[in-house]
């Protein structure tokens, strides 16, 4: 069990944390350099701090304007359950909102892992396909 109220968010993260993060859920492998790359380029991190220690991270690619991309959501498996991954997600949204002119609406997109979509639906994402958008695609290259 987790005392809530010591839970709190930052704008930034390690390199190191962040690789950390990533192996601890089995996400794709980065070297130093890419890491740093991927920070480098991200328009917004949020990042969930526990007695000093990076517990979760995700990141925002959004152009200010009109689209929005939500990736990396990542939780360490010791802390998941928790609320830390509402917290994350809602950090992103508030900052998102935030952003925008009020006359602006955002396609903000997400990749959910197999299984996760459910807990995206609490915050208005919806599965795709759906008839306003079409089907969710992917290009691995």
């Known amino acids: 069990m987790i005392d809530r109220k010591k839970l709190s968010i930052k704008h930034t993260i390690s390199?190191?944390?962040?690789?950390?993060?990533?192996?601890q859920v089995g996400?794709?492998?980065?070297?130093?350099?890419?890491?740093?790359l991927v920070l480098k380029n991200t328009?917004?991190?949020?990042?969930?701090?526990?007695?000093?220690?990076?517990i979760g991270v995700t990141r925002l690619?959004?152009?200010?304007?009109?689209?929005?991309?939500?990736?990396?959501?990542i939780v360490s498996p010791d802390y998941q359950g928790?609320?830390?991954?509402?917290?994350?997600?809602?950090?992103?949204?508030n900052f998102i909102k935030a952003n925008v002119s009020k006359d602006t609406k955002i396609a903000c997109s997400i990749y959910a892992n197999k299984g996760k979509e459910k807990f995206y639906n609490q915050f208005g994402?919806?599965?795709?396909?759906?008839?306003?958008?079409?089907?969710?695609m992917l290009l691995e290259i």
């Open 125 to 136: 994402f919806e599965e795709l396909p759906n008839n306003k958008y079409g089907f969710g």
């Open 15 to 23: 390199i190191e944390d962040f690789l950390y993060l990533r192996k």
């Open 27 to 36: 996400f794709q492998p980065l070297s130093i350099e890419q890491a740093e």
């Open 61 to 73: 690619l959004f152009d200010f304007c009109t689209d929005a991309y939500i990736t990396d959501v």
């Open 43 to 54: 328009s917004y991190i949020s990042a969930v701090q526990y007695g000093g220690e990076i």
């Open 82 to 93: 928790y609320g830390v991954g509402t917290m994350l997600v809602n950090d992103i949204i």
